[in-house]
């Protein structure tokens, strides 16, 4: 099993300011298999970023995604109120399927 | 536009099975691979497994001796089974569509919470 490690746990930010998420696995996960959601509370997980670095849908040009290998790094360029969230990465190189443990961005 | 929503008890004894239903609208269940995915309160997320119509599945490791999943394909709906439940099994429990261009979930159900208590 891959296991991915995501840090920090919380990062406490103010809107304007930029925030940097990372994700560790313990194996390499191929690019295209590593994704990242948001999770509001009381909603489902939202579907952010996937293949590494392609927006979802409707997602805002301030969210973008890099890494290889065994780290990967999702970036909110700009904070806005509505990006105070958990954040989940993914990956499903094979089963099973695996999430991060989260990073909340809360307000500073 | 696709839209899931699971169903079921909210209450089950420890030692039970635990019985969810999601019901799949905007798309054929025969069209994509269907997951169900746990987040136990104030917790992370954890993939429970994934069916696919024609019977191929895959399950959680830890938990692949307890589930069973299904597909009912006259009702466009696919369900879960999660039997001898724990305490620890106390969680929200969500459906998703797997999307395997994106190796992603780009749909989920709003969740339903599932408490395991006497």
């Known amino acids: 099993e891959i296991v991915l490690t995501q840090s920090p746990g919380t990062l406490s930010l103010s809107p304007g300011e930029g925030a940097t998420l990372s994700c560790r696995a313990s194996q390499s996960v191929n690019t295209n298999s590593l994704a990242w959601y948001q999770q509001k509370p009381g909603q489902a997980p939202k579907l952010l970023m996937y293949g590494t670095s392609n927006r979802a849908t409707g997602v805002a040009d301030r969210f973008s995604g890099s890494g290889s290998g065994t780290d990967f790094t999702l970036t909110i360029s700009t904070l806005e109120p509505e990006d105070f969230a958990v954040y989940y990465c993914q990956q499903y190189v094979g089963p099973p399927l695996t999430f991060g443990g989260g990073t909340k961005v809360e307000i500073k | 536009q696709v839209n899931l929503q699971e169903s079921g008890p909210g209450l089950v004894k420890p030692s039970e099975t635990l019985s969810l239903t999601c019901a799949v609208t905007g798309a054929s269940i025969t069209s994509y691979y269907w997951n169900w995915i746990r987040q136990p309160p104030g917790k992370g997320l954890e993939w429970i497994g994934y069916m696919h119509y024609t019977g191929n599945s895959n399950y959680n490791p830890f938990l692949k001796s307890r589930v069973t999943m299904s597909v009912d394909t006259s009702k466009n709906q696919f369900s879960l089974k999660l039997s001898s439940v724990t305490a620890a099994d106390t969680a929200l429990y969500y459906c998703?569509?797997?999307?395997?261009?994106?190796?992603?979930?780009?749909?989920w159900g709003q969740g339903t919470m599932v408490t395991v208590s006497s």
């Open positions: 998703a569509k797997y999307n395997s261009n994106y190796r992603s979930f780009d749909i």
